[in-house]
């Protein structure tokens, strides 16, 4: 392979992504999923928009200190203090980026940003040459571009090149082009710009009509060798492009798109589900690569064929994409030693606090399961991570339930060493035990939009995952629970809420995280 068959690839998972409505993740949860991105192999991690809040600063400036090998950039508009802010946010960082935008279309020039054509120009050469301050390299991007007249389009690129940038992204800002059409654009781009083989050409493809991937991958049949897109297709409205697609599609039909990537696709559905339990978005059943019906066969033809010969029906292997069976690995004779070794075994290294704590509920769980896989012990330890630094914590919850009632929840929780109890009574247990956490931790502007649970493995005994969100004057947040006992988890999910939300409620500015919703 030559560089010119090398695809660059640009995650917005945690800039992007996080901007989808209750996508929000908290400094830990943004590190976690910046450490596999770039275990994985992509190329640049969008880190944030630094200057969106002193939060978003902060997790820009961590995962710069933390990233290993990835390229970490940070958003900023055709602004000063944004590029100054993402340059300090970045600073840490081995290799770095500022990636600067601004509209270019009619409709968003004359509506958004109420500037006439030659101001843009002058923004963008403005811009891009105050990023260069910062580091050598910048990617610029025009916002709207698939509603951009090519003439303006190739005058903006052209000028932000000769002002220094190193990557010009040509984002379908609201999923409105078809393949053909956003091929022809990268094309155009090509044969009229004349210093245009001084920049790498992008796409940042949204998927408004379903198109994103296909978008992307006629862009880079065109000349495009940078794709910019998410774990998951997540994003704003209908999401972008998916990491996960791109990057099987071009290694499943090399023949068609001789293209290669660095991204190692066995990580795919372990980050894929990382970022699901994060957010709560649950991942579609039929969602091509990592949903669970991706490699599930119940047609009685589909499943003589694979039984013959596995390539009747799958197109790429399971196990390419990271994919393997959950194995019986642990039981209630299992000692402390065999715990500590199977959790690294897993990526797990616990201080010797939490692996206590953790190695008595693996106790607990084990006298009330049979079977113990490798994804139960995953959801365990996550769940006591999550929990180590909270100021509110779970101690004890008593159900009443059934037909007859009241259905009552009996809660105790730690609040900073404290104890304190509540029995109240609900429309069901799980509203009760909602209702009990409101009375001990008052938060009446808080409110509840997502209340979601699923099993982790198969089996009445298998532990439940809650998901809930919790909404307060425009800040989101997501918490999660695991236990045997879905009341439990429910009432754990909703603490880890409530503990986020505490933590949230200094330092945020919604108008200007608002207007970082490009490119």
Same mark, same amino acid.
Request: proline share 4%; glycine share 6%.
């Given at each position: 392979?030559?560089? /010119?068959d090398?695809?660059?690839?640009?995650?917005t998972? +945690?800039?992007?992504?996080?901007?989808?409505?209750?996508?929000?993740?908290?400094?830990?949860?943004? =590190?976690?999923?910046?450490?596999? @991105?770039?275990e994985?192999?992509?190329?640049?991690?969008?880190?944030?928009?630094?200057?969106a809040?002193?939060?978003?600063?902060?997790?820009?400036?961590?995962?710069?200190?933390?990233?290993?090998?990835?390229?970490?950039?940070?958003?900023?508009?055709?602004?000063?203090?944004?590029?100054e802010?993402?340059?300090?946010a970045?600073?840490? &960082?081995? *290799?770095?980026?500022?990636?600067?935008f601004?509209?270019?279309?009619?409709?968003?020039?004359?509506?958004?940003?109420?500037? #006439?054509?030659?101001?843009?120009?002058?923004a %963008?050469?403005?811009?891009?040459?105050?990023?260069r $301050?910062?580091?050598?390299?910048v990617?610029?991007s025009?916002?709207?571009?698939?509603?951009?007249?090519?003439?303006?389009?190739?005058?903006a690129?052209e000028?932000?090149?000769?002002?220094?940038?190193?990557t010009?992204?040509?984002p379908?800002?609201?999923?409105?082009?078809? #393949?053909?059409e956003?091929?022809? $654009?990268i094309?155009?781009?090509?044969?009229?710009?004349?210093?245009?083989?001084?920049?790498?050409?992008?796409?940042?493809?949204?998927?408004?009509?379903?198109?994103?991937?296909?978008?992307?991958?006629?862009?880079?049949a065109?000349?495009? *060798?940078?794709?910019?897109?998410?774990?998951?297709?997540?994003?704003?409205?209908?999401?972008?492009?998916?990491?996960?697609?791109?990057?099987?599609?071009?290694?499943?039909?090399?023949?068609?798109?001789?293209y290669?990537?660095?991204?190692?696709?066995e990580?795919?559905?372990?980050?894929? *589900?990382? +970022?699901?339990?994060?957010?709560?978005?649950?991942?579609?059943p039929?969602?091509?690569i990592?949903?669970?019906?991706?490699?599930?066969?119940?047609?009685?033809?589909?499943?003589?064929?694979?039984?013959?010969?596995?390539?009747?029906?799958?197109?790429?292997? #399971?196990e390419?994409?990271?994919?393997?069976?959950?194995? @019986?690995?642990?039981?209630?004779?299992?000692?402390?030693?065999?715990?500590?070794?199977? @959790?690294?075994?897993?990526?797990f290294? @616990?201080?010797?606090?939490?692996?206590?704590?953790?190695?008595? *509920?693996?106790?607990? =769980?084990?006298?009330? /399961?049979?079977?113990?896989?490798?994804?139960?012990?995953?959801?365990?330890?996550?769940?006591?991570?999550?929990?180590?630094?909270?100021? !509110?914590?779970f101690?004890? +919850?008593?159900?009443? &339930?059934?037909?007859?009632?009241?259905?009552?929840?009996?809660?105790?929780?730690?609040?900073?060493?404290?104890?304190?109890?509540? $029995? %109240?009574?609900g429309?069901?247990?799980?509203?009760? !035990?909602?209702?009990?956490?409101?009375?001990?931790?008052?938060?009446?502007?808080?409110? +509840?939009?997502?209340?979601?649970?699923?099993?982790?493995?198969?089996?009445?005994?298998?532990?439940a995952?809650?998901? %809930?969100r919790?909404?307060e004057?425009?800040?989101?947040?997501?918490?999660?629970?695991?236990?045997?006992d879905?009341?439990?988890?429910?009432?754990? &999910?909703?603490?880890?809420?409530?503990?986020?939300?505490?933590?949230?409620?200094?330092?945020?500015?919604?108008?200007? &995280?608002s207007?970082? %919703?490009?490119?």
């Amino acid at each position: 392979m030559t560089n /010119k068959d090398q695809i660059v690839i640009f995650d917005t998972t +945690l800039r992007d992504g996080e901007q989808s409505p209750g996508c929000s993740m908290n400094l830990e949860e943004k =590190l976690k999923m910046a450490r596999l @991105l770039d275990e994985m192999g992509v190329d640049i991690i969008e880190a944030g928009f630094p200057v969106a809040s002193p939060g978003d600063f902060e997790a820009v400036h961590e995962i710069a200190k933390t990233v290993k090998n990835s390229v970490v950039c940070g958003l900023s508009r055709a602004k000063k203090a944004d590029i100054e802010a993402s340059g300090d946010a970045i600073k840490p &960082a081995k *290799r770095k980026r500022i990636h600067t935008f601004i509209s270019t279309s009619p409709l968003h020039m004359k509506h958004k940003l109420q500037m #006439p054509p030659e101001e843009v120009l002058d923004a %963008v050469s403005e811009s891009v040459t105050f990023a260069r $301050k910062f580091t050598d390299d910048v990617e610029w991007s025009a916002e709207d571009a698939s509603r951009t007249e090519d003439d303006f389009l190739c005058r903006a690129v052209e000028i932000a090149i000769n002002s220094g940038a190193t990557t010009v992204n040509i984002p379908d800002t609201v999923g409105y082009t078809i #393949p053909e059409e956003y091929g022809a $654009k990268i094309a155009m781009l090509f044969e009229r710009v004349p210093n245009i083989d001084k920049a790498i050409i992008s796409t940042h493809c949204h998927n408004d009509l379903g198109l994103a991937v296909a978008n992307s991958l006629a862009g880079v049949a065109n000349g495009a *060798r940078q794709i910019e897109c998410t774990i998951n297709g997540i994003g704003e409205r209908a999401g972008n492009a998916a990491l996960e697609e791109i990057v099987m599609a071009l290694r499943t039909r090399h023949d068609m798109m001789p293209y290669t990537t660095n991204i190692e696709t066995e990580k795919i559905t372990k980050i894929s *589900r990382t +970022l699901s339990s994060i957010t709560g978005f649950a991942v579609q059943p039929n969602k091509a690569i990592v949903g669970a019906n991706a490699f599930a066969h119940e047609s009685g033809i589909h499943q003589d064929g694979m039984l013959k010969h596995a390539n009747t029906y799958e197109i790429m292997t #399971p196990e390419s994409v990271g994919l393997t069976e959950s194995k @019986l690995v642990m039981g209630k004779h299992s000692g402390r030693h065999a715990f500590k070794t199977k @959790l690294a075994e897993l990526g797990f290294d @616990l201080g010797d606090n939490a692996l206590q704590e953790a190695f008595a *509920r693996f106790k607990n =769980l084990a006298d009330k /399961k049979k079977e113990i896989f490798e994804d139960d012990l995953i959801a365990l330890v996550e769940d006591e991570v999550v929990r180590e630094n909270e100021s !509110i914590k779970f101690i004890s +919850l008593q159900i009443q &339930a059934g037909t007859t009632g009241p259905q009552t929840a009996d809660m105790v929780l730690e609040i900073d060493g404290e104890e304190k109890a509540k $029995k %109240v009574e609900g429309n069901g247990p799980v509203d009760a !035990i909602f209702k009990a956490i409101r009375e001990i931790v008052p938060h009446p502007d808080a409110h +509840l939009q997502l209340y979601q649970v699923h099993a982790i493995t198969g089996g009445t005994d298998a532990q439940a995952e809650v998901t %809930v969100r919790l909404e307060e004057n425009g800040r989101t947040v997501n918490g999660q629970g695991a236990d045997a006992d879905t009341l439990v988890a429910s009432a754990r &999910a909703y603490i880890n809420a409530l503990n986020k939300l505490m933590m949230k409620r200094e330092g945020f500015n919604p108008q200007t &995280a608002s207007e970082a %919703v490009a490119p």
